[in-house]
């Protein structure tokens, strides 16, 4: 017999109980690889749609926090093209709409100049792109066309105001797949904000970072209550995805706190209950560090079930998600292997931790008093 | 069988100079002047005991209950430590020696309740003890096959503790007190819950073995029978040898 079938053995001596405390331990390491691996796609999501486009920096409104609550004036971009060291520039209009009766509650829609350097890393997959005087026509991302179930022809209407589809695309980003895009001008329209935008794209000549921050700081110079910061900064910088990191980890911490206690009753409860069979095991010259090998070995047991169980679960988690209406097309179903890595190694590691006080106890037993036990 | 070396093993070495008489010249197990105070009751389960126990002796402790015989096992099995004076195996006191190696090597413990481990088999709770012995894991249950047939429970391997005669369990216990080939056998009322057919069973198994092995056998026991199978008795009262 190896010490790993006496670990197992022992581990599998209370099956209902070892089966609750893993699966709660792998609901602990769901919650961590759901809500961490949403925020880390949604961040590189963002980082997609810049990288794409070779956008190196954006200019908002100082003092907003993010593209939504910005406003430009667009016409600003003139200035920005005249910028030595700016390559290209473009102002995008960003917001949101709803298509209630396919159950969209915010889809984002985009607001750009047919042609413009936000077209690089859009591939059209059916129809053609948006042309210079475009009015009422309007292009699908891949996930979006599929949920609003339009084709390239079809009629939608966004926001009470009909448009026609005349093309859909595919993006690097999942958030431009779940999004659509109209005429700069157009959406202007729509939402009464003529001649605004949310932000200025920028493509500098030199992407260099020592030659982005003078460019940077020249811009802000030229342009008086303008920001501008370079794309990577700009998406750690966003406050909702931060807000949508710390949110994930606050959760995923408490779901993992819960399972590491959860742990230490399950092995606390072991060893009370075995505290004769500890004190025989130190009787026959089982070493301290033995008896701390075995009972740590049977909380890596069942963290190990709970691990494969927790990978398992989020992996279902994850497609769930994005079937619910009001994550449809903004949920990224793959796992990034540093969460699931993440999040097992927390899960263990917690479990680990759940389990040493436990361990430690029964390694102290007196065997003299541990065989009395009753 | 027996593989140990003329000193023990994982000891500091110190040599103490027997007090006593003959006996204690040749004494594998020596108990000097042994106090155990409980606090927990202020109790006084020994009052200044001494005694020697010599290689390869046969020798049985009785005297009623609370009379402290078990707590002089248990101290001269280094499960306990004194209050006052000391425990010499081989001449070394066991404060100074490596007592998990003692367990392991020296001692075999036999106890009234067995304390087999429930949800191992018969051949596994034998294994139990080997994994601090010198035996490579392959070769751990082919022993412990082999130690049960030499107990006489050749057909039982796969049973569990509870699928076993009490009698088979006590049997499986001796096996297990014998996997690291000890020195010493100490047993505490091994046929104290036992019927007389068994009692009688496990009596002579215990004296068998320790002529085939050279062991050293101290028994804790109420009965009269295992009392005199010994080759001298050692009869406590109030703490106290009489």
Known sequence: MGFITLIVRNATNRPTRTALTAIGLAVAIAAVIILVGISWNFERSFEAIYRSKRIDLIAVHAGSTN??????????????????????????LVDTVAFEDQNLASVLVNGWVPESLLFRGIRILDGRSLRPGDDHNVLL????????????????????????????????????????????????????????ATGLVITAKSPAPESLEPLRKRI???????????????????????????????????????????????????????????????????????????????SLAIALAGSVLGGMLAAAGMRALTLSPTSQGFIDPRIPPEVLGLGLIMGIGLSMLGGLYPAARAAALDPTEALRHE | MNE????????ESETVAAPEANRAATAILEGRGLVKHYDDGDVEALRGVSLAIGEGEFVAITGPSGCGKTTLLQLLGGLDRPTGGEVLFRGHPLAAIDLDAYHARQVGFVFQSFHLLPTLTSVENVQVPM???????????????????????PHRNAHRPGQLSVGERQRVAIARALANDPTLLLADEPT??????????????????RHRRGLTLVIVTHSPEVAAAADRRIAMKDGQIT
């Open chain 1, 220 to 298: 802000e110079a030229a342009l008086p209550g303008v920001a501008v910061t370079p794309a990577r900064d700009y998406v750690l910088a966003d406050t909702q995805i931060r807000l949508a990191k710390a949110m994930a980890w606050a959760t995923a911490s408490i779901a993992m706190v819960l399972g590491a206690v959860g742990m230490l009753n399950t092995m606390l409860m072991s060893i009370f209950e075995r505290t004769r069979e500890i004190g025989l095991l130190r009787a026959v010259g089982w070493r301290r560090r033995r008896v701390l090998a075995l009972i740590l070995g049977e």
């Open chain 2, 192 to 209: 104290g819950n036992l019927d007389s057919k068994s009692q009688d069973e496990i009596l002579r198994l215990l004296a068998d073995l």
């Open chain 1, 141 to 196: 991302g891949r996930v979006l066309a599929l949920n609003l179930d339009r084709k390239v022809g079809d009629r939608l209407d966004v926001a009470g105001e009909p448009f026609t589809v005349v093309g859909t695309f595919e993006s690097e980003s999942l958030f431009e797949n779940g999004a659509l895009i109209l005429p700069l001008t157009t959406l202007q329209k729509m939402m009464g904000r003529e001649g605004q």
């Open chain 2, 131 to 153: 994994f601090e012995g010198p035996w490579p894991r392959r070769g751990r249950a082919p022993r412990a096959v082999s130690l049960l047939a030499e107990v006489g429970l």
């Open chain 2, 4 to 11: 140990n070396p003329a000193g023990p093993r994982g000891l």
């Open chain 1, 67 to 92: 593209q939504l609550s910005s406003s430009l004036d667009a016409r600003l971009v003139d200035r920005v093209r005249q910028i030595d060291g700016v390559s290209d520039a473009s102002p995008t």
